[in-house]
């Protein structure tokens, strides 16, 4: 494994999902209500629309299924250019990968820049700032991210498994 091309492919990776969550999230935070947590989409829904905002919502599927889906192809192609050409290498390679960005995810973007930027936070609930710095729950949820990740490292070893 060529350990350079691991750290700069995944500092890419780490842009990469950084503006595939900000982009949306700056556009429109109520994209996202399904990573919120529920005090805040409940004073959110007091003045707006109830809409789906379950995790395993149908729109929250449809968005994480083809996210998963591009991550399977992107990281594919990624632990390829860094050696990996067999099962347990890309998986991995593809999981460290996943792990870094999930850490980066919870202490960066959800300690850091969710509890404390008003732009991203949902209309009506600027004021909710207890609410928005919950570590616990995004906590949680980063281990729930760990779990959930192995589904597209292990997809992508045996792509890598296939081709290699």
């Known amino acids: 494994m060529n350990i350079s091309l691991f750290i700069i492919e995944t500092v890419i990776m780490t842009i990469v999902f950084t503006f595939m969550i900000m982009i949306p999230l700056c556009k429109n935070p109520v994209w996202w209500i399904h990573d ?37 192809m992107f990281m594919s192609a990624l ?3 860094c050696g990996a050409r067999n099962f347990a290498g890309a998986f991995l390679i593809s999981f460290a990968m996943w792990l870094i960005i999930d850490w980066y995810d919870c202490f960066i973007l959800d300690w850091v820049l969710f509890a404390n930027v008003k732009k991203i936070r949902l209309p009506g609930t600027e004021h909710m700032d207890k609410e928005y710095h919950q570590k616990k729950y995004h ?20 792509v890598i498994q296939i081709v290699g």
């Not at 906590?139 to 997809?155: E, K, N, R």
């Open 36 to 72: 919120f947590p529920e005090d805040i989409q409940e004073e959110y829904f007091r003045t707006h629309e109830r809409i789906p905002a379950a995790p395993l919502s149908k729109p929250a599927l449809i968005k994480k299924a083809f996210a998963i889906v591009l991550v399977i």
């Open 139 to 158: 906590f949680v949820h980063s281990i729930v991210g760990m779990a959930v990740g192995l589904i597209p490292c292990l997809l992508t070893g045996v």
């Open 79 to 81: 632990v390829w250019s």
